[in-house]
């Protein structure tokens, strides 16, 4: 069974720290890229500055170049004076004239962008559109080159290869002669001074397009640039440590108070030890931990009983102390590191148990339970337990699937036993009950009578069956009673010890009684009008009814309704029915007569008080109980009961009713004693109305 409580539970317990982790990855990577960007704009802004200030020195160099004419001697001391590489070429790129050293690859082409990072691809971090501008890579440089339309710094080849970039400040002071390097190894030095430089080779169009001047240029970073890079990144870095200590302080302290709410939220308040949440959850788990150690468990439901009336007796608060006693006990008998024990609502607990064969389970229950009646040691208290075994893997399900303990529902199992506990209800002693599918589909098929009653009322499928009542001497007909059953379209033929005793827990047989009378009513007054000589019937009416102080009056309006004689209706009350309130019962009994009706009393010798009953009731008609004729041993006690109570009824001027006849020889002994009428299988079942018309056109029983 899918676990709604318990995912909320693990919500409860885990949502906070997983949203401060999941926040703290979050900044980690937001703060990251903050720091990326940072440090991409800084860089892109100043690679841009760098690049501008290069471009404007080159265009300035060309615009000299293209104002002098003269022989290539003058073009020689101008650009020696100025003392840059550079590359004359015409418009098919053939070099026309160079100065200092050559090293442009001629890789490249129109440039638009600059990017800093290229780890993440061109064009990642702060990016700064400029003009187009024509730019060649350095043959000897790898760190900076063209992709697309791109001018890329690639960081990790300054990182990897720094020697290569980097100035040594000794040399920047040194003259060509003490350095020992050439004029245009100074000047490379020169132009790009700082702890950075990257060279790349500008071209810049002139003399109309026809000639092309290509100038070294270089990118470089000095102590400054650095400072205020390093500057940044140890600035924010600062900032992620100082939110990754206060992420970890909030991620400690709701770990701290997810294992205080789960102490209170799996602790019970009345017996201070675990509650039903804590049962469902770590019940589970522990199932699914041992699904494959050969491990069987048991779930089992134990009710206090008869804590109710301790609580009336004494108090809630002495009550309260039992459970804690109870629950005491029962933990003292569990192994606390493989089972476990909950209090559930009221006076349940619930146990999570392992055994080897079920006889010893519920040897071990019962041993349990001896404890749990002399905890007290003045009151002895009475305990049920409904046990339901988890099956081993691999053991066929109802459904034929074979079981996976890793898939066992523990509230289910919960539920199965106290399936098997509910059985035990009307038991006045301690017991202990296995659970089996017939209790479940029990459950089952009185969820499906509850769900079609009144559907099946409101279409009348409930039928009316009679069973006849013979007088023994003349085989006359004098009587009947009248007996529901159920016509479903979707069960099929229902007889009435599959219903009624349903209907009289949920309140519903109430309503059949008025069904009954009802349509016993309307029959009996369609026969009269066909001119049948009726016979009356009895009808029974439920002890439910009786807190009704209008019953008579209910009853006598039903049968005036459908017109029929109140001679011809017979009220027929259980023996049960006489340990209610016996004044308002007196009550209404004598109301009925004043109407007319003539009250039976049914299954006479069934209870404990029937002659105190026949005492103060003023009846017309007693029903002897059909056990009166079962089972007799041949010592004639059975002869001499039913004989003596045949006597007693016509002492109050009460006709007399066997029920449950079915030899002849109890009719013969029956008819010797003076008994007015016999109901039972001898002279005929219970059948539908058109039967029991053609009994009742015809007056007397064909016997076969």
């Known amino acids: 069974m899918a676990n709604r409580k318990k ?89 026309i004239y160079e100065s200092g050293t050559n090293t442009c690859s ?22 700064d559109t400029v003009e187009s501008y024509t730019v060649y890579e350095d043959s000897r440089s790898k760190a900076l080159y063209v992709s697309g339309t791109t001018l890329v710094v690639d960081i990790w080849e300054i990182i990897s290869d720094y020697g290569s970039y980097g ?47 290509i100038s070294k240029a270089y990118i470089s970073a000095n102590l400054n640039d650095v400072a205020v890079m390093a500057a940044s990144l140890i ?41 039903y949440m804590h049962f469902v959850i770590n019940g589970g788990e522990t199932v699914r931990r041992y699904s494959n150690h050969g491990v069987r468990y048991a779930v ?57 064969d079920e006889e010893a389970l519920k040897r071990r ?49 919960y539920s199965n036993a106290c399936t098997a506990r509910d059985s035990l209800v009307e038991n006045g002693e301690s017991a202990v009950a296995m659970f089996d599918e017939k209790l479940i589909d029990d459950k089952k098929w009185i969820d499906a009578v509850l769900e079609h009653q009144q559907k099946a009322l409101d279409n009348e499928e409930f039928m009316v069956y009679y069973q006849p009542k013979y007088d023994p001497r003349t085989d006359e007909l004098r009587g009947a009673e009248a007996l529901i059953r159920w016509q479903s379209p979707e069960f099929g033929f229902v007889p009435p010890g599959r219903i009624i005793p349903i209907f009289e827990k949920n309140g519903f047989i109430t309503e059949i009684d008025h069904y009954m009378i009802s349509h016993v009513a309307r029959d009996q007054k369609m026969w009269l009008d066909r001119g049948y000589k009726c016979v009356p019937v009895s009808v029974n009416v439920s002890r439910a009814h009786f807190i009704e102080s209008d019953l008579a009056e209910q009853i006598r309006d039903m049968i005036d309704a459908a017109g029929c004689p109140h001679e011809l209706i017979e009220i027929e009350l259980t023996e049960s029915a006489f340990f209610d309130d016996k004044n308002a019962l007196v009550s209404t009994i004598n109301r009925l007569k004043s109407y007319g009706f003539a009250v039976s009393m049914d299954d006479f010798g069934s209870g404990y008080s ?95």
């Open 167 to 213: 100035i040594d400040p000794e040399i920047l002071d040194a003259s060509p002669e003490e350095s020992g390097i050439s004029n245009a190894q100074l000047e490379d030095i020169m132009l790009g001074s700082g702890i950075i430089s990257l060279p790349y080779w500008l071209s810049i169009d002139i003399n109309g397009g026809s000639q092309h001047f």
């Open 7 to 95: 995912d909320q539970l693990k919500a409860i317990g885990r949502s906070h720290v997983w949203v401060w982790i999941v926040l703290m990855c979050l900044i980690f990577v937001l703060s990251s890229i903050v720091l990326g960007i940072v440090i991409g704009m800084y860089a892109s802004t100043l690679m841009f500055g760098k690049f501008n200030s290069e471009y404007s020195r080159v265009s300035e160099i060309a615009a000299i170049y293209e104002n002098v004419s003269g022989s290539s001697a003058e073009t020689a001391d101008i650009f020696a004076g100025i003392g840059r590489n550079m590359i004359i070429t015409d418009s098919d790129n053939n070099i």
């Open 365 to 413: 229950v019962t041993s349990i339970i001896e404890q749990l009646e002399k905890v007290h040691g003045e009151h002895r208290f009475i305990f049920h337990a409904g046990i339901a075994v988890l099956e081993p893997d691999g053991t066929p399900g109802k459904d034929g699937v074979p079981i996976r303990r890793k898939d066992a529902d523990i509230e289910l199992l």
């Open 235 to 275: 600035g924010i870095s600062a900032l992620m440590i100082l939110l990754f200590i206060i992420l970890i302080v909030n991620i400690v302290n709701s770990v701290l108070k997810r294992n205080k709410i789960l102490k209170v939220f799996f602790t019970d308040v009345a017996t201070r030890g675990h509650n």
């Open 610 to 704: 029937s002659l105190n009953s026949l005492k103060d009731m003023p009846l017309d008609v007693l029903k002897l109980d059909a056990e009166f004729f079962r089972g007799e041993n041949g010592s004639g006690r059975g002869e001499i009961v039913v004989s003596e109570a045949i006597k007693l009824a016509k002492s109050l001027n009460m006709r007399t009713v066997a029920e449950g006849v079915e030899i002849r020889e109890q009719v013969d002994f029956l008819a010797s004693q003076g008994c007015d009428m016999i109901q039972g299988y001898y002279y005929a079942k219970p059948m539908p109305k058109d039967e029991f018309a053609q009994r009742v056109s015809a007056g007397r029983a064909v016997v076969q």
């Open 106 to 127: 001629f890789k490249g082409g129109e440039v638009n962008e600059i990017s800093f990072f290229s780890m993440f691809n061109s064009g990642y971090g702060e990016e």
């Open 300 to 356: 089992v439901d134990l009710s206090f009983v008869n804590y109710r009336f301790f609580c009336i007796c004494h108090s809630v608060e002495e009550g309260e102390v039992m459970l804690r006693k109870v629950y005491n006990t029962i933990r003292a008998n569990i192994d606390p590191k493989r089972e476990l024990l909950s209090h559930c609502e009221y006076s349940e607990f619930a146990l999570l148990l392992r055994f080897t």
